[in-house]
């Protein structure tokens, strides 16, 4: 276990190195802006240290993302006001608006602490109307168009995606809000025209049937079902086989985990050329299958969900040494079949924040037996 415990000191490590005063940063050195999505994800992990500087870090991303809310209650995807470019705040994502209200109900559990939410709720019913209005086929299941959440790069998808509705399931759950939720879960699970489980996985993203006509990809979105998993929109039965696609695969080689699988090759019916304006165009880089260690860090968390104990700590072993490549710099992403060390899209090479938080949760839930979120 000293090899976990090595990369456990270095996500303690970067961690620090990603807080300051607005909030966290995504990368050290590299992003430096507060991203909705990457400070969420972060603090997953960090709320479990006891760290105040971590935790001042928490809620002043908190406080920043409320900030700059829109008028109509979306979240942004990244507020750019802290460095010598010019200041500006991106919108144009749904699963911000998700990780924020996650965000502020983790904050309140894990640290005990009701005034940061209650001096926010606003903002967060505000964001729950947003994300409401998403929802322009009055399904229950909000709808997006492409390149509207993490994978904004690559590859193209819109309508009902698996990743927004595993967040809004749990979302949902979080706020009480379970007669929507009920409603989601049936229809993601059960609907013949509109639900995403294809018998052993939950497809990327489907939109609308046109006759013999289906508008949907068939691909495996790893963090969109591994998010089904944890957060139960998935029973155990689609939750076990799930995993079981992951492992007849080997999408968790040689390190996990990959993004999607398989690669989407130019030419094939998913491809679109605009992937050539980033990494993700070759297959194995970046998104196109390319491993990323924070998904691989939900990759444990739902073997931990299952009690797979076993192959969890094999799992966190091999995410420690992926981790540690290169000086221990938890890198943005590895080549897919590889291993290698892929080239970050911020141009540097820098210190991935959201690896280090996920990796700091994974570890301290294998610890605990269980998932601590």
């Known amino acids: 276990m000293e090899i976990t415990e090595e990369a456990y000191g270095k996500a303690l490590w970067i ?4 807080s300051t005063p607005n909030g966290f940063f995504a990368a050290f050195p590299g992003y430096d802006m507060v991203f ?7 603090s997953l992990g960090t709320s479990l240290l006891g760290d105040d500087k971590m935790k001042e870090a928490y809620r002043n991303s908190l406080i920043t993302l409320a900030k700059n809310q829109s008028p109509k209650g979306q979240i942004p995807n990244a507020v750019d006001k802290f460095s010598k470019r010019e ?16 965000g502020h109900y983790n904050y309140r559990d894990k640290y005990k602490d009701n005034s940061l939410f209650n001096k926010y709720r606003r903002n967060i019913e505000m964001a729950f109307d947003w994300l409401a209005c998403q929802d322009t086929g009055e399904d229950s299941m909000p709808e997006q168009l492409p390149t509207t959440d993490w994978q904004d790069a690559f590859p193209h998808r819109y309508g009902h995606t698996i990743n927004t509705q595993a967040l809004y399931y749990h979302a949902l759950r979080l706020a009480g809000k379970n007669r929507e939720a009920d409603r989601l879960k049936e229809v993601v699970n059960n609907s013949k025209d ?11 993203w489907r939109w609308k049937n046109h006759g013999k006509y ?12 591994l998010l089904a998993v944890i957060f139960e929109l998935a029973d155990e039965k689609r939750a076990e086989k799930i995993l079981a696609y992951i492992k007849k695969h080997r999408i968790d080689e040689p390190y996990p985990i990959k993004a999607i699988y398989p690669p989407i090759k130019r030419g094939s019916k998913d491809w679109q050329d605009y992937f050539l304006d980033c990494e993700a165009g070759t297959p194995s880089h970046y998104l196109n299958a390319g491993i990323w260690t924070y998904v691989g860090a939900f990759y444990v968390l739902a073997l931990i969900k299952l ?6 700590e094999m799992q966190l072993e091999k995410l420690a040494k992926a981790n540690l490549k290169n000086n221990g710099n938890f890198a943005e992403w590895l080549n897919g079949k590889t291993g290698n060390i892929g080239k970050s899209e911020a141009g540097v090479e820098s210190y991935q924040g959201w690896n280090a938080g996920m990796y700091i949760l994974a570890y301290e839930s294998l610890k605990s037996r269980k998932v601590l979120i």
């Open 214 to 225: 289906h508008e949907k990809g068939e691909w495996f979105d790893t963090l969109g079902n």
């Open 15 to 18: 961690l620090n190195k990603c």
């Open 307 to 312: 009690k797979k104990f076993k192959e969890a």
């Open 87 to 102: 200041h500006h705040v991106d919108f144009m994502s749904i699963d911000s608006s998700l990780w924020f209200i996650i």
């Open 36 to 42: 909705a999505r990457d400070s969420m994800i972060i």
């Open 194 to 204: 509109f639900g995403l489980w294809n018998g052993d996985f939950y497809l990327p």
